[in-house]
């Protein structure tokens, strides 16, 4: 296993690591949409930030030596469902066919207040 770590998403706010490669793998951890400069979650809607925890998500597939294109899953955790429409606007703008395999959920409460959360896994 190696750990992927990169100044260019947010660091860890607990015990766990931004991914972890393992067996041509990258298993990114959910990504909030903070900004890695400011520490702080960026402002703005659901779009402002889901493209934020995208962002976040292809720098660290980027410091892993991979990027969205090889993504093979994802899951989007949602702090309202009724935001997923404008939430998948966003979204489709990151992947192209084939698209990834995707998860969407509602979630009671994301860290720090996010309205939105993503995790990816990706081949190398």
């Known amino acids: 296993m190696k750990p992927i770590h990169t100044n260019n998403a947010p660091a860890a706010i607990g015990p766990y690591s931004q991914a972890i490669e393992v067996n041509g793998f990258v298993f990114a951890s959910g990504q909030i949409p903070i900004d890695p400069k400011t520490g702080q979650l960026v402002p703005g809607g659901i779009k402002e930030q889901t493209k934020?925890?995208?962002?976040?998500?292809?720098?660290?597939?980027?410091?892993?030596?991979?990027?969205?294109n090889h993504?093979?899953?994802?899951?989007?955790?949602?702090?309202?469902?009724?935001?997923?429409?404008a939430m998948n606007e966003v979204y489709a703008g990151f992947f192209t066919e084939p698209f990834p395999a995707r998860s969407a959920v509602a979630v009671k409460k994301l860290p720090k207040?996010?309205?939105?959360?993503?995790e990816v896994l990706a081949a190398k």
């Open 52 to 68: 934020q925890a995208l962002t976040n998500a292809g720098n660290i597939l980027k410091a892993a030596g991979t990027d969205l």
């Open 71 to 85: 993504v093979v899953k994802t899951t989007v955790y949602l702090d309202n469902i009724d935001d997923f429409t």
């Open 113 to 118: 207040g996010a309205l939105v959360e993503v």
